[in-house]
């Protein structure tokens, strides 16, 4: 039980829909922005996960028409920042960042030079000039193990 007599919920995974819907007009659309509201105020909370970024990262301009790359990174952005939000808020956050900065970058290649830049990885890839343009170790030819 929580502090004011309420059950305690779970920390569960949130799916990309939840973010759709509450910025659409249907059936889900008020029990969405409800949920949304409740993580950004930390009254309940929820693992994001890189996946459902990528896939925010396409999906909501096509549902929203009108938000542009610049306003789908700034709503990533904002609810990496609620207080509700789990998961690795800085690695995404700095993926998010990349992949706005950088016109033509894709959202995982973004990822993907956050995460070797955290770790101090190599990005095993053929996208070679892309991926060294976000100043990370991109081995080219890749290693043969021989």
């Not at 929580?2 to 910025?23: E, S, W, Y």
């Not at 542009?68 to 808020?89: C, E, H, I, N, T």
């Amino acid at each position: 039980m929580t502090a004011n007599g309420h059950p305690r919920v779970r920390d569960g995974l949130i799916d990309t829909n939840i973010f759709v819907h509450a910025q659409a007009r249907d059936a889900d659309s008020e029990e969405c922005k409800r949920f949304l509201l409740a993580l950004a105020r930390g009254e309940v909370r929820a693992i994001v996960e890189p996946i459902v970024l990528h896939e925010l990262s396409y999906a909501l301009p096509r549902f929203v028409k009108q938000m542009s790359k610049r306003d789908v990174a700034a709503y990533m952005l904002m609810v990496l920042s609620w207080p509700g939000v789990l998961g690795d808020k800085d690695l995404m956050s700095d993926a998010v960042q990349r992949w706005y900065d950088t016109p033509g970058l894709a959202f995982a290649d973004a990822f993907l030079a956050a995460r070797a830049a955290s770790e101090n990885r190599p990005v095993y890839t053929k996208n070679v000039r892309e991926l060294r343009s976000q100043d990370v170790d991109v081995p080219d030819p890749l290693p043969s193990g021989t």
